[in-house]
């Protein structure tokens, strides 16, 4: 699939009409995503919520470009950025972030520290989404996600489909980088 494709889809998944719940939130979180691939990053959106359902971030995973950062994830993205912006909030019970893929290992420690209470995702990720593992959290972790819950999001298929579309273009590229730094 190539970069046209993906702006092909996109526009095709994000009018049409659903009453899935999180379709609104999905494709913001996956506008991001697609932004992120066009840059040539791993094309990873997220978007986090207030109680009230108010979008106070959006984000996108920038870990090559514009330079080199090995934490820029989308996910870590938005929480640098409301932590930073939002040094009032002493809970994140009614918060909800949405991200476009399965958080990783360094995501979901740092969801897990930060207590969003609710973390959605609409794709899985079979190579490196920690949710389906994350049994083998050492134990103090483990404790932490009792008041947390991480659920895949309820959007359209042709959403989802997007969302690991969108992740695909440039992983193989993002690989080959990580592994010969
Ligand atoms: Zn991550």
Redesign the pocket.
Known sequence: MTLPDLEAKFAHASTERTHHRDQHLGIVACREALAAARAGNYGVGAVLVDPNGSILEQSRNSVFFPHFRSDL?A??VAMNAFEERHPEVDNMRGYTLVSSLE??P??MARLLMAGVQTVKFLAYDELAGMVNQRHQFPAAWKRLWQRQEFVQADVSESLKQFARDVFSLNLEACRQKLLSR
């Open positions: 994830h996910e870590m958080p990783c360094m995501c």
